[in-house]
């Protein structure tokens, strides 16, 4: 790891960890000895681990600028700048220690030596870590990181000691600074932690913690032939709402995007649904929805390795493809969702009650665009209601409305959810947490106003888009006509609405979002407009939404 640095950045590296270490064993010595003076030399020296910081620093972020960007020695580069600045950290608090110990000085050696037994373990944690980053070796950077649980314990066991002891002492000023001492060492443990983290990253290639490295060396090996973990790099794909990371697994040296598989973690619940979606969606229609290779759990995390599809998303195909392939790929997702549909079709009512979704999320809508709230107002003597008095409304009439099957839907059914395999001309899907059994309206509202959110585009590309959502709407309204549907354009008016409204909450740019949600409401004062009597008299405006 250090291989990446000049020889002057090396050679400051190297004298930072070792004014770091002598620092740690110092004031461990001090606490075993009662020296209060050897702490004292610690102080003494506050300047030079903060120069040799800014000196490795500099020297980082030169080179830095020199590499290419994403490249190997940046990643490195960038590692050794931040445990750099952990290691200063660490004599910092070497020096709050000292403060703490002047009023520990008469404490009997015994208690001392509590807090001399946790920087012992801070001394072998980074030994461990130093190791790791010559070495440039993951597995020592893991068995470092476990030194952490170790302080853990015994910090625990130190502090129960503490609060016994401020039950049978009439002054705690000596307890206080024993506990303050304790957390600043504790402190020391979570920094080995995150240069543990720093160097499992970039010998990785991207961030990545040790947990998550054990749940990835956990899964790997569940990849075709004989592959171990240093045998593959990672690539980050995607972060989703919830916290779950997404990274592209390949062989190490493949070419760009050729990836074996996808690596997700995070919650253990979250995951464990999605796991059981995909198995649901592959019981219906084998092949549609990526293969689980693989699910590893862990108290309340887990991590999934699943299938990489090949192909490309809708999105890249709808702007960046010949119109040939763009049709191709939508004769294929149109005859899939049609088998989808009729075979999943239950005459069961499951509303999707769009308005109560709506209502859910536009706390969340209002902290990205505050002027969007309390927008209703009198203008002579005639009221216009507000977004959230409209929801009410439409939400009242919503409830009235029958739906008398139901389908299996996507949930989550933007562009970029969808995938086409030119070679075997097959449609996949991906992202299948919030998949159910509800109103087709669900997904077919999404995918509409997955379109419109597509701005910034030239003429040709934004007319492609635009005949791609009138298309998807008339074949959507020629499955509801077929199954006797005829609440289907008031149902489609509130779902649309919803998902204008609720993307906002993901678009900064102002004009975009007052657009999206100036349309949210000229469909719910539609709605709340028609005759309650008559909901099969209601018709969608399409073209006055997506015809610009």
């Known amino acids: 790891m250090t291989a990446a640095l000049s020889a002057p950045v090396r050679d400051n590296f190297r004298f930072l960890w070792v004014e770091t270490n002598t620092q740690v064993a110092e004031l461990r010595d001090a606490l075993e000895q009662g020296s209060l003076d050897l702490a004292r030399k610690i102080v003494e020296r506050s300047g030079y681990a903060d120069n040799l910081k800014m000196r490795v620093r500099d020297g980082c972020i030169t080179a830095i600028m020199q590499a290419p960007k994403s490249s190997p020695d940046a990643l490195m580069l960038r590692a050794v700048e931040g445990i750099a600045s952990d290691l200063e950290r ?4 070497c020096r709050d220690c000292v403060a703490q110990y002047e009023t520990l000085e008469a404490v009997p050696r015994r208690k001392r030596r509590r807090h001399a037994a946790l920087l012992a373990h801070v001394e072998q944690g980074l030994q461990l870590i130093e190791q790791a980053a010559n070495e440039s070796d993951t597995a020592i950077a893991v068995k470092a990181i476990k030194v952490k649980n ?3 314990e015994d910090y625990q066991k130190l502090i129960r000691a503490c609060n016994a002891d401020l039950r049978n002492r009439k002054d705690p000023s000596v307890v206080i600074a024993s506990i303050f001492m304790a957390q600043r060492i504790e402190e020391m443990g979570t920094i080995i932690q995150d240069m543990g983290d720093a160097i499992i990253s970039a010998n990785m290639g991207q961030q990545l913690t040790a947990d998550r490295y054990r749940s990835l060396s956990a899964t790997v090996k569940h990849l075709r032939g004989k592959r171990k973990t240093g045998d593959i790099t990672i690539e980050p794909l ?6 779950s990371a997404i990274s592209g697994v390949a062989d190490v040296g493949a070419d760009d995007d050729s990836y074996i598989a996808v690596f997700k973690d995070g919650k253990r619940r979250k995951l464990k ?5 995909v198995d649901r969606w592959n019981a219906i229609y084998p092949g549609l929805a990526p293969k689980i290779l693989s699910f590893y759990k862990k108290q309340d995390q887990a991590a999934l390795l699943i299938e990489h599809l090949p192909g490309l998303t809708f999105e890249q195909i709808l702007l960046q493809e010949d119109p040939a392939l763009l049709d191709e790929a939508f004769k294929a997702l149109k005859k899939t969702l049609r088998a989808v549909w009729r075979k999943t079709h239950v ?15 536009m706390d969340a809508v209002y902290d990205i665009h505050g002027h969007f709230k309390n927008d209703g107002c009198a203008i002579a003597g005639h009221s216009v209601l507000s977004f959230d008095a409209l929801i009410k409304a439409c939400a009242a009439r919503e409830a009235k409305l029958k739906n008398t099957y139901t389908v299996h839907i996507h949930g989550d059914f933007n562009f970029d959810n969808i995938i086409y395999d030119a070679q ?24 509409m106003v997955s379109g419109y959110r597509l701005q910034a585009l030239d003429a040709e590309r934004r007319r492609r888009v635009n005949c791609i959502i009138a298309d998807f709407y008339g074949f959507a309204r020629r499955f509801a006509a077929k199954a006797e549907d005829d609440t289907f354009q008031l149902r489609l008016a509130l779902g649309l609405a919803r998902s204008f409204a609720t993307s906002t909450r993901f678009i900064l740019d102002q004009s975009l979002a007052r657009s999206m949600m100036t349309r949210a409401r000229f469909l719910l004062e539609r709605v709340a407009a028609s005759d309650p009597r008559k909901p ?12 610009d």
């Open 347 to 361: 005459k069961k009512p499951v509303p999707a009650q769009y308005m109560t979704q709506l209502a859910k999320r």
């Open 536 to 547: 099969a008299d209601f018709k969608a405006p399409i073209e006055d939404l997506f015809i």
């Open 273 to 277: 649904e999605e796991r059981q979606k």
């Open 90 to 93: 660490v004599t910092r608090l």
């Open 238 to 243: 995607a972060q989703t709402r919830s916290g």
């Open 150 to 152: 170790r302080i853990d």
């Open 424 to 447: 075997t001309r097959a449609i996949r899907f991906i992202d299948l947490h919030r998949s159910t059994d509800m109103d087709f309206l669900q997904d077919v509202s999404v995918f």
